[in-house]
């Protein structure tokens, strides 16, 4: 679990520092314009993975000790990891709404 919750940090931290990096830029009428648009999805990206990293090591490790003592409790252990990672998913939702939307 540690390793998954360290992949959504990587993640996370590589789509902060790629995000200024588009093809877009260079079509964005005012640059100032697109330079806060991509750090505002940069951040909610790398924020919202870091955040999910760590709520998938922590949700992963409780999970791994709750399972060893009930293993009747695999599939509430498993959903709690699930939610975890779902924090990821909607930074990059809202990452995606900045960029395409506004």
Same mark, same amino acid.
């Not at 590589?14 to 964005?28: F, P, V």
């Not at 991509?38 to 949700?59: N, P, S, T």
């Not at 998913?89 to 809202?94: E, F, K, P, S």
């Given at each position: #679990?540690?390793?998954? &919750? %360290?992949?959504? #940090? $990587? $993640? ?6 790629? &995000? ?19 750090? @505002?999805?940069? $951040?909610?990206? @790398?924020?919202?993975?870091?955040g999910g990293g760590y709520a998938v090591g922590v949700a992963?490790?409780?999970?791994? &000790? &709750? ?5 009747? #409790?695999?599939? %509430? ?5 699930? =939610? ?7 930074? !990059? !939702? ?5 960029? =395409?939307?506004?």
């Amino acid at each position: #679990m540690k390793i998954l &919750s %360290r992949t959504l #940090m $990587l $993640l996370g931290l590589i789509t902060l520092a790629l &995000s200024s990096y588009t093809a877009a830029a260079q079509e964005a009428a005012d640059p100032l314009e697109f330079a806060a648009k991509a750090i @505002g999805a940069g $951040l909610a990206v @790398g924020l919202a993975g870091i955040g999910g990293g760590y709520a998938v090591g922590v949700a992963g490790a409780a999970a791994i &000790s &709750s399972i060893t003592e009930k293993p009747e #409790m695999f599939g %509430r252990s498993l959903l709690f990891v699930v =939610l975890g990672e779902g924090i990821a998913i909607y930074g !990059l !939702l809202i990452a995606l709404l900045l960029l =395409l939307v506004v």
